[in-house]
T-cell receptor, first 109, second 111 residues
Framework: KNEVEQSPQNLTAQEGEFITINCSYS?????LHWLQQHPGGGIVSLFM?????KKHGRLIATINIQEKHSSLHITASHPRDSAVYIC???????????WGAGTKLIIKP | EPEVTQTPSHQVTQMGQEVILRCVPISNHLYFYWYRQILGQKVEFLVSFYNNEISEKSEIFDDQFSVERPDGSNFTLKIRSTKLEDSAMYFC?????????FGPGTRLLVL
C-alpha cells in the first residue's frame, strides 16, 4: 500500500503553461515536503509545509490537512523547470520522510 | 550558502566488499539521515541519527549497514558486505530541525 501517491506520473507541457502536480497521503503527518530531482540525481528541497500555502518565485505549494492533499503549482513554466518533482511526508513523531514516486515534468520550448 | 557534501560521487565495487560512503553535513545541524534510491524507483529512508545514536531505521537498514559520526564533521554509512541489490544512489541529508538539506548523492554500483 502506497502511503504517498502522486499524480500525474508524467507531465509534458508547453513553455508558459500553468502546471499542477498533486500529492495525496494516507498517514498522519507533521509536515509535507516538495522536492526537485534533476536528471543528474541531485535533490533540492523546495518547500516544507504543515498548513496553508507557501510561495517562492514561480512555485506555489498548498496543503489541505483535512483532505490529506497537497499541490505544487508552477506558473509561467520554463524548460529549466523540467525535472522530477517529489512529494515526501514526515510522519507524526518520526524524523524519517516517506517519499512519493515522483512526477516527471517536461516543459517544451 | 552552506551545503551538504558527499564523497565519493561514484563508487564501483565487487560483491562482498565493504564500502564506506562519506557525508559532511551542514555544521550546525543536529539530525542526519541516509536515504537510497534504486534506479527507477522511489527514494527510501534508511536511517536517522541524532545525538550520536540512531533515532530511527527502516527495514532496509539491516545488520550489514552501520552509521557513524567518527569526528565532529563527517557522517558515514558503511555497507559491510555489498550485494548486487545495494546498487543505488545514496543520499545523505542533515537538518537543524525539520527542514532537510540533501547532499548530491553517491552512485554505488556493485558488480
Amino acid at each position: 500500500k502506497n502511503e504517498v501517491e502522486q499524480s500525474p506520473q508524467n507531465l509534458t507541457a508547453q513553455e508558459g503553461e500553468f502546471i499542477t502536480i498533486n500529492c495525496s497521503y494516507s498517514v498522519g503527518i507533521s509536515a509535507l515536503h516538495w522536492l526537485q530531482q534533476h536528471p543528474g540525481g541531485g535533490i533540492v528541497s523546495l518547500f516544507m509545509l504543515s498548513s496553508g500555502k507557501k510561495k517562492h518565485g514561480r512555485l506555489i505549494a498548498t496543503i489541505n490537512i483535512q483532505e490529506k492533499h497537497s499541490s505544487l503549482h508552477i506558473t509561467a513554466s520554463h524548460p529549466r523547470d523540467s525535472a522530477v518533482y517529489i512529494c515526501a511526508v514526515r510522519v507524526d513523531s518520526n524524523y524519517q520522510l516517506i517519499w512519493g514516486a515522483g512526477t516527471k515534468l517536461i516543459i517544451k520550448p | 550558502e552552506p551545503e551538504v557534501t558527499q564523497t565519493p560521487s561514484h563508487q564501483v565495487t565487487q560483491m562482498g566488499q565493504e564500502v564506506i560512503l562519506r557525508c559532511v553535513p551542514i555544521s550546525n545541524h543536529l539530525y542526519f539521515y541516509w536515504y537510497r534510491q534504486i534506479l527507477g524507483q522511489k527514494v527510501e529512508f534508511l536511517v536517522s541519527f541524532y545525538n550520536n545514536e540512531i533515532s530511527e531505521k527502516s527495514e532496509i537498514f539491516d545488520d550489514q549497514f552501520s552509521v557513524e559520526r567518527p569526528d565532529g564533521s563527517n557522517f558515514t554509512l558503511k555497507i559491510r558486505s555489498t550485494k548486487l541489490e545495494d546498487s543505488a544512489m545514496y543520499f545523505c541529508a542533515s537538518s537543524e530541525l525539520a527542514y532537510q538539506y540533501f547532499g548530491p548523492g553517491t552512485r554505488l554500483l556493485v558488480l
